[in-house]
């Protein structure tokens, strides 16, 4: 369905272009040190934080994928949504504190504190892998679904051009562009989501007239035990590992975190990032139920596409809900070229060149950028294997890499005598299982395997897969544990030390007003669940 847009339409979203790419190069950091090109020079406020947690995280899949998934099943994909907000607090109360008393520069950098280096090179290494195939291609190939219908480009020439324009300023700019440039961007996608989803319930008669459209089940958020995609005890169970691994542990994301300010300004920014967490099912889901309701042959990773391109958007309008689509594409791009820019310069390139100049490593990360714009346009081709169930696709590949990483953070954190040894052995194991479990299902997917107990251990639920994962990775951990037993080369005492971490001097002037805050946000979820249960 080509829907070939109006020129003024096309003027905004050229005007949102120069405003990211104007941002992007004014702020533009100083090349004087690492702090500065990859972390602001921790030097971010909470707003920023906040704003920049959500941008960061929503990307073209979501748009894609989540109105996909609600056409197909309804509100029930948005359960990932609400978790996050749960994981998002964890993040600012007790994990971000751990993290910025220490002064990491990456959460690699944590597991090297806590182990040794091997076990952050690894970590380091898998989270780099990661970005290329959960990040990079995945968001890609959901924005070329949206242009190929839109504009009739071909994914490869969108993918080519988005590429482009966001390398130029992560490039030059560094983290401080990217920040800068998520604020606007973020502000930006919230407002056309919210455009289209009111202009869709208008078309559909509202919140009844969508209720009277749809089977009782796209409203039901909890699924049965054996359902396919979202069972309820993988949602309670599984979910939150894979969200622990993405919020908590995920240098993509705990990049933002640790160039805040201050303790106060993570847990401000954390918890504006869960408050705008609310907004998805809302405004990236239910489109999806209003596009099936007004048009059933439109199930699926088409569903979003199919009622930004139907007429019910005017002239004008169209055009900055388009811009929003852009501006979630570039800032999770922009996210993943910086934080694989650093992961390489400071978990590898630096602890090899121990006296390496501050401007050679900005150099360093600066090459590292131009080489991963330059990979993305040459894997451009693969994202054909993606699953035409983007978001689906995507947690379940996240499901596969997180569970031993998040087993490994949690024991590491609660468990004194966990030795360097076993936890690298750990995750070794764990991600080799889950990795293995990644190829496999691609294969019996592709007919390529057709034995039974094979077939039977890669149709297993990915959120079931995660906790049998999670915890088969915790027990390889503490038998490995019990086999090597050492005694800890780092002292587990400087690294948490509970009182002045959790509850730092500098921070508790606001405490009672964040945890207010928070318990808002938790009360107003809670609802959600009651609601739609």
């Known amino acids: 369905m080509n829907n070939p847009i109006s020129l003024i339409d096309s003027l905004i979203i050229l005007l949102s272009i120069i405003i990211v790419l104007a941002i992007g190069l004014y702020f533009r950091n100083k090349d004087s040190n690492t702090n500065e090109y990859f972390l602001a020079g921790r030097s971010l406020g909470w707003f920023a934080v906040g704003i920049s947690l959500f941008a960061t995280n929503i990307s073209s899949e979501h748009f894609i994928g989540l109105a996909g998934s609600g056409a197909s099943r309804g509100l029930a994909v948005g359960q990932f949504e609400l978790i996050a907000i749960f994981l998002l607090i964890l993040l600012g109360w007790f994990i971000a504190p751990i993290y910025k008393n220490l002064g990491v520069s990456t959460t690699p950098e944590f597991l090297e504190k806590r182990f040794d280096v091997s076990s952050r090179k690894l970590f380091s290494g898998i989270s780099i892998f990661t970005y290329i195939i959960t990040k990079i291609l995945v968001t ?37 562009a990217v920040v800068k440039t998520q604020v606007f961007q973020g502000i930006l996608l919230i407002i056309s989501t919210i455009i289209l989803t009111v202009y869709g319930l208008i078309e559909v008669g509202g919140i009844s007239g969508l209720q009277q459209k749809l ?29 622990f691994w993405y919020w908590c542990a995920d240098h993509y994301i705990v990049q933002r975190v640790l160039g805040a300010k201050s303790i106060d300004a993570v847990r401000k920014g954390t918890l504006l990032a869960a408050a705008l967490k609310i907004l998805p099912l809302f405004v990236l889901v239910m489109p999806g139920l209003i596009t099936v309701a007004l048009y059933p042959e439109a199930a699926g990773d088409i569903a979003y596409p199919t009622l930004l391109a139907s007429g019910i958007i005017p002239v004008g309008i169209k055009g900055i809900v388009i811009a929003g689509f852009l501006a979630a594409m570039m800032s999770s791009l922009s996210a993943s070229f910086n934080s694989i820019a650093a992961l390489y310069t400071l978990d590898f390139y630096k602890p090899k060149h121990p006296d390496a100049s501050e401007r050679t490593l900005v150099l360093v990360g600066r090459l590292i950028t131009i080489a991963v714009v330059v990979a993305v346009l040459l894997i451009i081709p693969f994202v054909k294997i993606i699953n ?45 299982f889950g990795l293995s479990r990644f190829i496999l299902e691609l294969l019996v997917k592709e007919n390529l395997i057709t034995n039974s107990l094979l077939v039977s251990y890669a149709q297993i639920n990915y959120l079931h897969f995660t906790i049998i994962l999670f915890i088969a990775t915790g027990i390889f951990l503490l038998v490995f544990n019990y086999v090597f037993i050492s005694i800890n080369k780092y002292d587990y005492g400087r690294i948490i030390s509970t009182g002045d971490v959790i509850f730092n001097k500098n921070s508790t002037a606001n405490i009672s007003n964040n945890l207010i805050f928070a318990g808002v946000i938790l009360i107003i979820t809670l609802s959600i669940w009651y609601i739609f249960i």
Do not use: C
Request: proline share 5%; aromatic share 18%.
């Open 140 to 176: 890609l190939f959901a924005g070329g679904i949206l242009f190929n219908m839109i504009l009739g480009w071909s994914i490869f020439t969108s993918a080519v051009a988005i590429v482009l324009l966001t390398g130029v300023y992560s490039l030059v700019g560094g983290f401080s």
């Open 215 to 243: 089977p009782e089940s796209y409203f039901q958020m909890f699924k049965a035990i054996d359902d396919p995609d979202f069972p309820w005890t993988g949602i309670i169970f599984g979910a939150p590992i894979i969200a």
């Open 388 to 432: 035409s169930h983007i978001y689906i696709f995507l947690q379940s590949t996240q499901a596969f890499i997180s569970a031993p990483i998040t087993a490994v953070f949690i024991l590491g954190l609660f468990i004194k005598k966990i030795n360097s040894r076993s936890a690298f052995l750990a995750l070794v194991v764990g991600e080799f």
